[in-house]
């Protein structure tokens, strides 16, 4: 069961670039990294996901190691509307049956002016 | 809007009651997941359903149980509740294509408050 775990709080500023790290050392085979933001008093929304080395959308880039042991979000030119908690999500959503997924305790990001 | 949709938006109940919590996954989605959501405990996985057959299990309290009907809507029951059981309940829905490549769209959410 993979054990994740992010910083509880990080503080920027607009227009900086933002880096959120996980960690999850027991992570599985066929476990992929998800991020989800959350804004208060909604659902989580998918940002990105990744299996490893580097993945990248439209709105940020995820980083995984060779060991597949952490991996980090990074929000390029954040700007205050992504203050927000952010939330790795590890777990094999495929077709292997009865696998847990497994959330780290978020990461609350504030973006100051 | 995640095309998710979840019904009440609101409950209050007394403890020891039982609620049913309602989920209809967006078009086309096969998989319905449910949360939990408590301040001290983040977002906790509690089950997973696929086509009608549960497919995960996560850490899901024996008084609560879940099913997903043909029509792929999914209800969460909650029974004998305790003071502990208030919470955000979130349904999430994806597509399940058959690779591990997943992105979940999560509903509303329904407020639990137990008194």
């Known amino acids: 069961l993979a054990k994740t775990t992010q910083p509880i709080s990080m503080d920027s500023y607009e227009g900086q670039e933002v880096n959120i790290t996980c960690s999850h050392n027991n992570i599985a085979t066929n476990d992929y990294i998800t991020w989800y933001q959350q804004f208060p008093s909604q659902g989580p929304r998918f940002i990105i996901q990744?299996?490893?080395t580097k993945v990248t959308n439209e709105v940020a880039s995820l980083f995984i190691p060779a060991d597949r042991k952490s991996s980090t979000l990074s929000l390029p030119r954040v700007s205050l509307s992504d203050t927000a908690v952010y939330y790795c999500?590890?777990?094999?959503?495929?077709?292997?049956?009865?696998?847990?997924?497994?959330f780290g305790g978020g990461t609350r990001l504030m973006v100051k002016p | 809007d995640s095309g998710v949709t979840q019904t009440p938006k609101h409950l209050i109940t007394a403890t020891g009651q039982r609620v049913t919590l309602r989920c209809s996954p967006r078009s086309g989605d096969l998989s319905v997941y449910w949360y939990q959501q408590s301040l001290d405990q983040g977002l906790q996985f509690l089950i997973q359903y696929y086509n009608g057959e549960e497919r995960a299990k996560g850490n899901i309290l024996e008084r609560f149980s879940a099913q997903q009907f043909p029509d792929l809507h999914s209800e969460l029951n909650l029974s004998s509740l305790e003071l502990g059981d208030s919470a955000l309940y979130f349904c999430?829905?994806?597509?399940?294509?058959?690779?591990?490549?997943?992105?979940?769209?999560f509903g509303p959410g329904t407020r639990l408050t137990v008194l």
């Open positions: 999430a829905s994806s597509v399940d294509p058959g690779g591990s490549y997943n992105e979940q769209f």
């Open positions: 990744g299996y490893k």
């Open positions: 999500l590890v777990g094999d959503m495929g077709n292997n049956a009865g696998n847990m997924l497994t």
